[in-house]
Each structure stands twice: as structure tokens, then as C-alpha cells.
Nanobody
């Protein structure tokens, strides 16, 4: 079966950094665009980053652009999200999913999701 597993979340102080990982299995990983999404308490899920299968094109949402960087290592079947200069408003459950990248990121009914990893930014 297709599986995406996020890891790397945790508690970090404002201004700190975390690196999230999204490990895929059961699929030809390089054939899939992968997006990062987050859902803060009481808010809708928000797409924040996307990278195409080859890694040659990517997108970041404006509030994280310049602070977060998406990348991938297809030899390791893994997509990363490096998060720097973290703010309390970045606190959320972070998910990865197969997707379509464009001016934004789109997920459909046939796409695959991970279970999420919690990022808490607090002093």
C-alpha cells in the first residue's frame, strides 16, 4: 500500500528551527509531486509548499516564503521541509500529501496523505 509518514515535529522556541521529513513507500516516489500542508487549532488546512517529482520546481506560500524551504531526495524517497525563524503562529499539525503543484498546491480525492506531525512553537 502507498504510505506517507511525516516525522521531525516537536516543541521549539520562537526563532528556532525544525526540519520535517515525509517518507514515502509503495509508490514510484519520483513520479509524484509532494506538498506540505498545515492545520492550526480551529483553522482550515492550508497548503504551504509544493515540489514536483524531479525537484526542479517548487512553490511556497507567502507567509512562509523566505523562512521555509522544501526539498527532496528521491534516492531516499523523502521530501523535507526546513523551517527557520519559527513563530508561534506556525504552530500546527503538518501533513504531507501527493498533489499537483502550480500557483499554489491542489490535492484531489485520489491523492495520498500522511498522518501528520505536530509542531509547537512556544517559549
Amino acid at each position: 500500500e502507498v504510505q506517507l509518514v511525516e516525522s521531525g515535529g516537536g516543541l521549539v522556541q520562537p526563532g528556532g528551527s525544525l526540519k520535517l521529513s515525509c517518507a514515502g513507500s509503495g509508490l514510484t516516489f519520483e513520479d509524484y509531486s509532494i506538498g506540505w500542508f498545515r492545520q492550526a487549532p480551529g483553522k482550515e488546512r492550508e497548503g504551504i509548499s509544493c515540489i514536483i517529482g524531479s525537484g526542479g520546481s517548487y512553490w511556497h506560500e507567502g507567509s512562509v516564503k523566505g523562512r521555509f524551504t522544501i526539498s527532496r531526495d528521491n534516492a531516499k524517497n523523502t521530501v523535507f521541509l526546513q523551517m527557520n525563524s519559527l513563530k508561534p503562529e506556525d504552530t500546527a499539525v503538518y501533513y504531507c500529501a501527493t498533489c499537483v503543484c502550480g500557483f499554489g498546491v491542489r490535492v484531489g480525492a485520489n491523492d495520498y496523505w500522511g498522518q501528520g506531525t505536530l509542531v509547537t512553537v512556544s517559549s
